[in-house]
């Protein structure tokens, strides 16, 4: 695993662009995962400026998102569908037919899932995959317990998890229970993979994915195993590295 340190949100999602610029120049087709949550937020903003300024061009990009809320629609407003339009897609020049984000309200949910992972082989894999992490550890909504085998599917959030995305839904509106989710094995088939955590709430995960035994308790630890794995933190979520990096400079 590599890891990056910064001095603050704002660097975590300047040098986290970059990366993601880097990855389209050299790859203009690239295929892109991309995850939701307040953590990428940053970088997306970083990666518009650098595409208002003409270095980057989305054009023949094509993305896949880590999950969506069950029971959602692409419209409606706490969708990830719906994020992904308002904090990027209709601010660069990225064809919507290129962008792909499971459906939240499938006829049939095992066929949803199994076309999403189809669709992702079809475009031959995911040249780079930006996670965020969750305070248990959860990557995509991939829950402490699952499967390190599991493809797309279907999860029963955790209560811990309900309740930190409470602060998204307005007081009287109910907070999904479920999501789809891309599996274990189909973040870890992504060529490279780029995950972001910033602030304290996220230090003990961190610590735990990084330091911490290999275990599905702790789902983001599989990144360990993963050949091309950079995480870049911010002070704050690397205050509880016991290693050598906790020392650093951030550079
Ligand atoms: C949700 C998303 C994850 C994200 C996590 C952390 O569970 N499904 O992809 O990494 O939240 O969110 P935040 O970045 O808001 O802390």
Redesign the pocket.
């Known amino acids: 695993m590599k890891i990056i340190l910064a001095n603050s949100y704002d660097e975590m999602s300047k040098k986290a662009a970059i990366i993601l610029a880097n990855q389209i120049i050299l790859k203009p087709d690239s295929v892109l995962g991309l995850?939701?949550?307040?953590?990428?937020?940053g970088t997306y903003q970083e990666l518009i400026k650098l595409y208002d300024v003409g270095i980057v061009d989305f054009s023949n990009v094509i993305t896949f998102n880590?999950?969506e809320y069950y029971g959602l629609s692409s419209e409606h407003e706490q969708s990830?569908s719906h994020y992904m339009r308002k904090i990027l897609f209709e601010r660069v020049n990225i064809e919507l037919e290129n962008t792909h984000i499971p459906s939240g309200v499938p006829e049939d949910i095992e066929k949803e899932c199994l076309l999403y992972d189809t669709k992702i082989d079809s475009f031959g894999g995911i040249d780079l995959q930006i996670?965020?992490?969750?305070?248990n550890g959860?990557?995509?909504?991939n829950e402490p317990n699952t499967r390190f085998q599991s493809m797309t599917h279907l999860v029963d959030?955790n209560y811990e998890?309900i309740e930190?995305?409470k602060r998204f839904f307005s007081d009287n509106e109910p907070v999904p229970q479920k999501?789809i989710?891309m599996g274990i094995k189909g973040i870890m088939q992504a060529k490279k993979i780029v995950l972001?955590?910033?602030?304290k709430?996220?230090a003990d995960a961190v610590q735990k994915a990084v330091e911490g035994p290999i275990t599905p308790e702790v789902p983001a630890s599989i990144l360990q195993l993963h050949a091309d794995v950079t995480l870049i933190l911010d002070k704050d979520a690397a205050s509880q590295l016991q290693g050598a990096i906790c020392k650093k400079s951030a550079s």
């Open positions: 995850a939701t949550g307040s953590t990428p937020v880590l999950d990830y996670l965020g992490i969750g305070s959860h990557i995509g909504f959030l998890t930190a995305n999501a989710s972001l955590a910033s602030g709430g996220k």
